[in-house]
């Protein structure tokens, strides 16, 4: 199952409250994601973008906004 299906399936069923804002986040980072694959097979040069991205990523949604729900998930039983 693909990581951000399994979140958000879960902030559904436990009703995070956050979910709308989490969930937009995933969707922006794969439509990010989706542009440099369209502009990567297009012949042009994405390195420095996808560094970028990814970079971002790491450091705030995956250390910031994903580390931000474990508590409630815990407090579920999850995790
Ligand atoms: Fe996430």
Not at 24 to 44: I, N, P, R, S, W
């Amino acid at each position: 199952m693909n990581h951000f299906v399994l979140e958000e399936e879960l902030f559904l069923r436990f009703g995070y409250e956050e979910n709308a804002a989490h969930k937009a986040e995933h969707d922006g980072f794969t439509a990010k994601v989706m542009q440099l694959l369209l502009q990567y097979e297009k012949g042009e040069n994405v390195g420095m973008d996808t560094m970028e991205l990814l970079k971002s990523w790491l450091q705030h949604h995956i250390l910031k906004v994903d580390r931000a729900y474990v508590p409630f998930l815990k407090a579920h039983g999850v995790a």
